[in-house]
């Protein structure tokens, strides 16, 4: 039972470079989200999904895109990286269990720098 | 808006002791928080979790007190060990913003044996 797995978990990109993160998780989750960690400050939700084939954008959603083509897997795509995203980068997942609990589930994080 | 923020970034205590973290949220529309706890290099883990129609919950060692007239959080840890050493968040949930949950800055907690 792996939960959620995040690859790679280290990363160092030069500014312009393009690169996918990948989250996939094994609990047949519905909602899945990236986040990012940056020092002194909580996880800020980039994107998120509620389901197959659904992406919304969360509070800091500029300058990444995602796509949730299969329920497990949840891709989180820099097209032009900027040094503004270096960060520790978190996939969650949870299941949908209706009102007020969204409990949910990370994995270890990917550390990207971009310099 | 939705904005959770923590009175106190860092909080040592001594083994053995207990320990309050506390939080403070600003959505009035919010009806479910968790606490997450992470350890150094690691992602959050759940640790405990309240619905706004409750004031208070007990866990294993750890206690979750909701006062939603003052829009306040606490976690309570009884008889910290070295092993609570960590960063802890709590985080709010609100079915308006789609049941999407929002961090706050985290609380460090530092155990000395």
């Known amino acids: 039972n792996a939960g959620v797995t995040q690859t790679p978990k280290f990363r160092v990109l030069k500014t312009g470079q393009s690169m996918t993160l990948l989250c996939a998780q094994d609990m047949n989750h519905e909602y899945m989200y990236w986040y990012r960690q940056d020092p002194g400050m909580g996880l800020r939700l980039i994107h998120y999904s509620v389901g197959e084939g659904t992406t919304a954008k969360g509070e800091v959603p500029d300058g990444y895109n995602v796509s949730r083509l299969k329920k497990q897997n949840f891709l989180l795509g820099l097209e032009s990286a900027a040094p503004s995203q270096t960060s520790v980068y978190f996939c969650?997942?949870?299941?949908?269990?209706?009102?007020?609990?969204?409990?949910?589930?990370f994995g270890q994080g990917t550390r990207l720098t971009v310099v | 808006g939705e904005s959770v923020g923590l009175h106190l970034p860092t909080l040592s205590v001594q083994e053995g002791d207990n320990s309050i973290i506390n939080c403070a949220y600003s959505n009035s529309a919010s009806d479910y928080f968790i606490w997450y706890k992470q350890e150094s290099g690691k992602g959050p883990q759940f640790i405990i979790d309240?619905?706004?129609?409750?004031d208070k919950r007990q866990g294993q060692r750890v206690t979750v007190l909701l006062n939603k007239t003052v829009k306040h959080l606490s976690l309570q840890i009884a008889a910290t060990q070295p092993g609570d050493s960590a960063v802890y968040f709590c985080a709010e949930n609100a079915k308006e913003y789609g049941n999407k949950l929002v961090f706050g800055a985290g609380t460090i907690l530092r155990v000395k044996s």
């Open positions: 969650a997942s949870s299941y949908n269990r209706g009102p007020g609990n969204t409990e949910a589930f």
């Open positions: 309240i619905r706004s129609n409750m």
